[in-house]
């Protein structure tokens, strides 16, 4: 199985910030990588696919890099609404893993 | 307006079964793979299980190989998973996702989530 480490699991941060936030997989994932926001009680929704492809409505402050083993996602400029649990996913083979999750929080 | 609906939720010993649905309107169900995902309270993520739009894979995760069936029904738009020997653990919300291969499998809609609780 594939694992997903994101690193932090949790971070601080302020409005206005530039936050980013990386995933490794255990072995190569090539682009199947995605990432996901979730809002407490929610389900979650896709931020950014295949690396680094910006799902529609999704804002462009928000950007995805990375292939093979080695992934990050950037958050420009932190808003009030992107407090959440970030996550990613790979869908190269199955398992399905995800990562952990970092929890991104108010400073 | 494309949506996915979770249902079949609920209490349930161990040792029991129960049969979740996930209903699909919108779009064209039997051209997606769907998946089932699962977040036990206060924790993280983990895919449970993946079926082809034609119903010809399915995979499943270690921790529910053997109890869980994931199946559909493309001529009903929905989508299942029966769970049997329930245990503790298997206690989370569980959200049903549809993949869509342009995105290399990416989960791109996703329902509200049903909650399964194993307790006695």
């Known amino acids: 199985d594939i694992q997903m480490t994101q690193s932090p699991s949790s971070l601080s941060a302020s409005v206005g910030d530039r936050v980013t936030i990386t995933c490794r997989a255990s072995?190569?994932?090539?682009?199947?990588l995605h990432w996901y926001q979730q809002k407490p009680g929610k389900a979650p929704k896709l931020l950014i696919y295949?690396?680094?492809s910006l799902q529609s409505g999704v804002p462009s402050r928000f950007s995805g890099s990375g292939s093979g083993t080695d992934f990050t996602l950037t958050i420009s400029s932190l808003q009030p609404q992107d407090f959440a649990t970030y996550y990613c996913?790979?869908?190269?083979?199955?398992?399905?893993?995800f990562g952990q999750g970092t929890k991104v929080e108010i400073k | 307006e494309v949506q996915l609906v979770e249902s079949g939720g609920g209490l349930v010993q161990p040792g029991g079964s129960l049969r979740l649905s996930c209903a699909a309107s919108?779009?064209?169900?039997?051209?997606?793979?769907m998946n089932w995902v699962r977040q036990a309270p206060g924790k993280g993520l983990e895919w449970v299980s993946y079926?082809?739009?034609?119903?010809?894979?399915?995979y499943y995760a270690d921790s529910v190989k053997g109890r869980f069936t994931i199946s559909r029904d493309n001529a009903e738009n929905s989508l299942y998973l029966e769970m049997n020997s329930l245990r503790a653990e298997d206690t989370a919300v569980y959200y049903c996702?549809?993949?869509?291969?342009?995105?290399?499998?990416?989960?791109?809609?996703w329902g509200q989530g049903t909650t399964v609780t194993v307790a006695s």
């Open positions: 996702a549809r993949a869509w291969y342009q995105l290399l499998n990416a989960l791109d809609v």
């Open positions: 919108g779009f064209t169900f039997s051209s997606y793979s």
């Open positions: 079926i082809s739009s034609s119903s010809s894979s399915t």
């Open positions: 072995q190569s994932v090539s682009s199947y």
């Open positions: 295949t690396a680094s």
């Open positions: 996913q790979q869908s190269y083979s199955t398992p399905r893993t």
